[in-house]
């Protein structure tokens, strides 16, 4: 289904508009007058091929478009690095007399921590229980390809998928299996009391396996994951027991870096945003462009000015960045708060909204705060400042 066919309202209507954006300055531009053509000629088109949009939507449409999510996270990453190249490292930095080393070193610090996190919860293997047909497929996938490594893959970013060996994945399972039945106690004086999450293997009716304690299925992924915590769009993927590390210090460093950069641009906002408003007179809708408080420019406006200039003025970068990192930091805050105090029960997210409501409830796993945090995070310190690639036994 192509939208924009040679001599389609929508590609005359999207012609129109381009001939009226790059019009000479001295003619009005119309933008609630384009953005109602453009709709008008968007939902003419679409509502005649409504049989083809529901055959893409039945066809997995959104299945392939998983795989562009965690990109647009990392787009979103490096261009608020990039922002500080290109224009805070002058406005906030060095032109006010600060450390540019320090700042800057900072700054790759925590955007190389970011991006590192990122990728290892992407493509590490949350801790999948292998079901035998899944062993069956990924044994004939390795014959035909003449590998020794019996693999499956799920996943993944930009259509890279994750590769899960197979003989690690079980031998990960035995491990956790061993550990469940060496430091997982029932105490004497708890055995009347309910128990969350159970210590004993289950069964997975889909999967049709037995499983190892703590194991549950993911619907997306459909396999079923060691200590699932809960599947993520962000990394179009599942947490679990073996990246459940990563993807807390992923939230910390996205936080950390949020906040940091609030910092480092809250006075020049401030200034800015107070000179703005003198000058042009304060409205809640913007004084110049109606777009909001913020009064940010519209894309189209954005668009002609690059065109013209080079360039994106650093007072409307300003604008944008500085909110969107305060909103981003808030929001990691709440959920990096929510993670610990999860960590430190013993807890996953999903038992945690599973546990009975109930005062005779004990968790079996919980080994106590302290050894609840380095059973996630381990003893080492420079570990969690450094992403080096770290891992469990197994």
Not at 90 to 109: C, F, P, Y
Not at 152 to 157: A, Q, S, V
């Amino acid at each position: 289904m192509r939208l924009l066919t040679p001599g389609s309202k929508l590609q005359r209507t999207w012609s129109d508009f381009i001939d009226a954006l790059y019009a000479p300055v001295g003619q009005d531009f119309n933008a609630l007058y384009w953005l109602y053509r453009l709709s008008s000629a968007l939902l003419d088109t679409i509502l005649p091929c409504r049989d083809d949009l529901r055959r893409i939507r039945i066809n997995g449409f959104a299945c392939r478009l998983r795989p562009l999510i965690p990109c647009a996270g990392i787009t979103l990453t490096l261009l608020c690095v990039i922002s500080y190249f290109t224009t805070f490292r002058d406005t906030a930095v060095i032109k006010k007399g600060k450390s540019e080393t320090l700042h800057t070193s900072i700054v790759v610090w925590l955007a190389f921590n970011v991006l590192s996190h990122y990728l290892y919860c992407i493509y590490k293997s949350p801790g999948i229980v292998i079901s035998p047909k899944s062993e069956m497929t990924a044994n004939i996938n390795a014959s035909v390809a003449k590998r020794n490594d019996a693999v499956i893959k799920i996943g993944g970013c930009c259509f890279i998928q994750s590769r899960v060996n197979i003989n690690n994945e079980k031998k990960r399972c035995n491990f956790y299996e061993h550990y469940c039945t060496t430091n997982v106690k029932i105490d004497e004086s708890t055995q009347n009391a309910v128990h969350h999450p159970m210590p004993n293997d289950t069964f997975c009716h889909k999967c049709e396996i037995n499983r190892n304690a703590r194991s549950h299925h993911c619907r997306v992924c459909k396999v079923c994951v060691l200590e699932y915590d809960h599947h993520c769009p962000w990394i179009n993927g599942c947490i679990g027991y073996n990246n459940y590390r990563n993807f807390v210090l992923l939230i910390f460093y996205i936080m950390l870096g949020c906040w940091y950069g609030a910092c480092l641009l809250a006075l020049d906002f401030y200034a800015m945003m107070r000179e703005y408003f003198q000058d042009n007179g304060f409205k809640i809708m913007g004084p110049q462009y109606g777009t909001g408080i913020l009064d940010l420019p519209p894309p189209w406006t954005l668009l002609k000015d690059y065109r013209n200039t080079g360039k994106i003025d650093d007072d409307v970068i300003l604008r944008a960045v500085f909110p969107f990192l305060l909103f981003v930091s808030i929001c990691m805050f709440v959920f990096l708060l929510d993670h610990l105090l999860s960590i430190a029960k013993g807890f996953t997210t999903l038992e945690k909204k599973t546990r009975p409501d109930r005062n005779d409830v004990v968790n079996p796993f919980d080994l106590g705060i302290r050894k609840n945090f380095e059973r996630v995070f381990g003893k080492s310190l420079i570990n969690i400042i450094i992403p080096f690639p770290t891992h469990k036994k197994w």
